[in-house]
């Protein structure tokens, strides 16, 4: 997905998608979370692929923080 003036920092599930935009929030950076769950037919439930967008202007900044998260044990 592109928007002008914003940058993709991280896909995944809708879920993962929601908890980093909420702790990228949590540090003042703007987001917009992406995507939507869906239902479908064996398991029932399938969530498909979501992402979270800041502006350019702080894609360095979440980029830096979720890798931190991601390191930390």
Do not use: C
């Not at 995944?12 to 540090?27: E, K, S």
């Amino acid at each position: 997905m592109q928007v002008k003036g914003w940058t993709v920092v991280f896909t995944g599930d809708r879920t993962h998608a929601d908890i980093v935009a909420a702790a990228l929030a949590a540090h003042g950076l703007q987001v917009q979370a992406y995507g939507d769950f869906g239902f479908g037919t064996g398991s029932g439930f399938n969530v498909v692929a979501s992402g979270v967008m800041v502006p350019d202007d702080q894609a360095k900044t979440a980029r830096r923080l979720i890798r931190e998260a991601e390191s930390s044990p």
